[in-house]
């Protein structure tokens, strides 16, 4: 999720000499520096030397990080964290007081300049600090402000979701070669009937409901689909499933 985020900044036209990476493992450091011209440079130095501090590390290692970092720190500074879980509250306990910090929650489509950010404000932030996250995080997509209650939400529905999408494109895909088309045939039929699919739902703003309602011929294909969609509980499954992935992003902030 950090390369996405450097990337998109490189493409928005961020100047390379204005950014500055920290990355512990020093083979992935040395692809980053060579494939964006980046300075890699220690946690400290970057923490030290940045105005906004991007922190993109697993949530189990946000602790850590913070440890090391915090004495760069100082009031008035942004740090913007990318990680699930993880509280606004929880990296202001363990920085000094009066740094601004903002948490996001991206998603990977920001590789390809469509991702979906939501941005909450943690208990020391102004506008501008909540402007400068958002302009960092709307250089790779769509950004919206939520209350930081809903970010667990948020995290299962779009931060998690591409995996989601992914999952009924390729169980769509196994489907139409069990149905007896040719893999390359039924990838792309899956591909660009989610792609259009998704273009309709952005461009006309309707309902999913009428959407596919259009599409449902009564007595047809559709309708019969739908039946053994509805028989299988997948409306229940997805519930389910995404109430899982809201629990896990609340657990993630008591460290398990
Ligand atoms: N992958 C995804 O779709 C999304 C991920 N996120 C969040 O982004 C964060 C990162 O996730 P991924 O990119 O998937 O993980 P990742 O493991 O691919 O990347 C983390 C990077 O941080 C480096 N790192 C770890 N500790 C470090 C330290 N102390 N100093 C410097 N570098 C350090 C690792 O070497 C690695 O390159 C997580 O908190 C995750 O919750 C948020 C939304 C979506
Ligand atoms: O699976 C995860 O924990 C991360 C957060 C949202 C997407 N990936």
């Keep these: 999720m950090g390369e996405t985020l450097l990337s998109g900044l490189v493409r928005a036209g961020r100047r390379v000499d204005h950014l500055l990476v920290g990355e512990k493992r020093p083979e992935r450091a040395r692809e980053l520096e060579e494939r964006y011209g980046v300075a ?5 130095e970057a923490s030290r030397r940045a105005d906004t501090v991007a922190i993109v590390v697993k949530p189990q290692d946000m602790g850590d990080l913070l440890d090391e970092i915090a004495g760069e720190l100082r009031p008035g500074q942004l740090v913007v964290s990318l990680a699930a ?3 606004t ?3 202001e306990s363990r920085v000094p007081d009066g740094v601004a910090v903002v948490r996001v929650m991206p998603n990977t489509p920001a590789l390809v300049d469509e991702g979906m950010a939501a ?3 943690g208990s020391h932030c102004d506008e501008q600090h909540l402007a400068e996250a958002e302009a960092l995080m709307s250089s790779v997509g769509k950004v919206v402000r939520v209350p930081e209650r809903q970010q667990d939400a948020v995290t299962a529905i779009s931060g ?7 999952f009924v494109v390729e169980s769509m895909i196994e489907a139409g070669v069990h149905l007896g088309l ?3 045939t039924a990838t792309d039929l899956v591909v660009q009937t989610v792609f259009g699919s998704a273009t309709m739902l952005r461009e006309t703003g309707s309902h999913p409901v009428v959407l596919r309602e259009q599409v449902t011929s009564p007595g047809g294909t559709t309708a019969a689909a739908l039946r053994e969609l509805e028989t299988h509980k997948v409306r229940a499954a997805f519930l389910a499933a995404m109430e899982a992935a809201r629990d896990r992003s609340r657990a993630l902030a008591e460290g398990s």
């Design 40 to 44: 890699v440079v220690s946690n400290a």
């Design 85 to 87: 879980g993880i509280t």
């Design 89 to 91: 509250a929880f990296i």
């Design 119 to 121: 941005i909450s404000p």
């Design 160 to 166: 998690s979701g591409p995996a989601y999408i992914y």
């Design 182 to 184: 040719p893999r390359a």
